[in-house]
Antibody, heavy 117, light 112 residues
Framework: EVQLVESGGGLVQPGGSLRLSCAAS????????MSWVRQAPGKGLEWVAS????????YYVDSVKGRFTISRDTAKNSLYLQMNSLRADDTAVYYCATSDTGAFDYWGQGTLVTVSS | DIVMTQTPLSSPVTLGQPASISCRSS???????????LSWLQQRPGQPPRLLIYKISNRFSGVPDRFSGSGAGTDFTLKISRVEAEDVGVYYCMQATQFPLSFGGGTKVEIK
């Protein structure tokens, strides 16, 4: 059974940093693209970042470029999102998701990031 | 960037009746590899999203056959043949043909 478990969310002040983690199990982690998607309270879904199987090719939405870094550790079956210079509009539930079909096949339960003073 | 537009915003449906959601992209979603990376997701209240349909019309594992997808190019449709109570939630289309990836704004399906 595919499982994705996010952690690392919490309350942070504007300008602060957080590192999100996503622990993957139930599938061969090294074979799949992985992504982060967020959802602000009461809003729709927004793609944040994706990383290829090799860990080298990475893509970001413009609003997080230069502030967020996606990475993966195949030995630990884990995906990460380092978030720096956080702003109020980064407040959201952050989901990790796998990609095998060319869509987001499986999703975690999400972790809430709140940016507020 | 590709903009995804969904209609309607809300769809009140009688149990057992069909429902249909439209999704339009601002440019063709046909990839150079010949695939069209248009998918549909369901988000039930308080739950993470769940993949229903990928590459226009392929049902994902475990998805009931009352859900179907169709379309091509820039116009796509998700149909629920007979709405059940468990189908209540918000439905999103998503394109993965080109970065940045993008979602439609969502369509809320509710029971009349």
């Amino acid at each position: 059974e595919v499982q994705l478990v996010e952690s690392g969310g919490g309350l942070v002040q504007p300008g602060g940093s957080l590192r999100l983690s996503c622990a993957a199990s139930g599938f061969t982690f090294s074979r799949y693209w992985m992504s982060w998607v967020r959802q602000a309270p009461g809003k729709g879904l927004e793609w944040v970042a994706s990383i290829k199987q090799d860990g080298i090719m990475k893509y970001y939405v413009d609003s997080v470029k230069g502030r967020f870094t996606i990475s993966r550790d195949t030995a630990k079956n884990s995906l990460y999102l380092q978030m720096n210079s956080l702003r109020a509009d980064d407040t959201a539930v952050y989901y990790c998701a796998t990609s095998d079909t060319g869509a987001f096949d499986y999703w975690g339960q999400g972790t809430l990031v709140t940016v507020s003073s | 960037d590709i903009v995804m537009t969904q209609t309607p915003l809300s769809s009140p449906v009688t149990l057992g009746q069909p429902a249909s959601i439209s999704c339009r992209s601002s440019q063709s979603l046909e990839h150079s590899d010949g695939n069209t990376y248009l998918s549909w997701l369901q988000q039930r209240p308080g739950q993470p999203p769940r993949l229903l349909i990928y590459k226009i019309s392929n049902r994902f594992s475990g998805v009931p056959d009352r859900f179907s997808g169709s379309g091509a190019g820039t116009d796509f449709t998700l149909k629920i043949s007979r709405v059940e109570a468990e189908d209540v939630g918000v439905y999103y289309c998503m394109q993965a043909t080109q970065f940045p990836l993008s979602f439609g704004g969502g369509t809320k399906v509710e029971i009349k």
